[in-house]
């Protein structure tokens, strides 16, 4: 069992950047590899980056690639989300996830993964 713990959203202009953080809690945590979506109003949750439980595979949507950056301290059982460059269409409730059963990649497919946090709010002004 893991429990998330989101943090770090906000209210951003476009152009700004903010660092979200997901706290895991538990012993096993470099055994999951992690992922962020997204959900906005109207829309289908997206995906948005993916790490591998060993943090050498990242994986990135179409729309935030060379704009945010996951990346991962299994140390501190935290993955971390540095979204810079943000435009209004990065509003969304940003939700990260663990999948225990990924191996040495990381899945794009929220169905893939086991447990979820509560969300954190993104709001990006114009």
């Known amino acids: 069992q893991v429990q998330l713990v989101e943090s770090g959203g906000g209210l951003v202009q476009a152009g700004g950047s903010l660092r979200l953080s997901c706290a895991a809690s538990?012993?096993?945590?470099?055994?999951?590899?992690m992922g962020w979506f997204r959900h906005a109003p109207g829309k289908e949750r997206e995906f948005v980056a993916a790490?591998?439980?060993?943090?050498?595979?990242?994986y990135y949507a179409d729309s935030v690639k060379g704009r945010f950056t996951i990346s991962r301290d299994n140390a501190k059982n935290t993955v971390y989300l540095q979204m810079t460059s943000l435009k209004p269409e990065d509003t969304a409730v940003y939700y990260c996830a663990a999948d225990w059963k990924a191996g040495s990649s990381a899945s794009r497919q929220p169905t893939a993964y086991d447990y979820w946090g509560q969300g954190t709010q993104v709001t990006v002004s114009s």
């Open positions: 790490i591998a439980r060993n943090g050498d595979n990242t």
């Open positions: 538990g012993r096993t945590f470099s055994r999951y590899a």
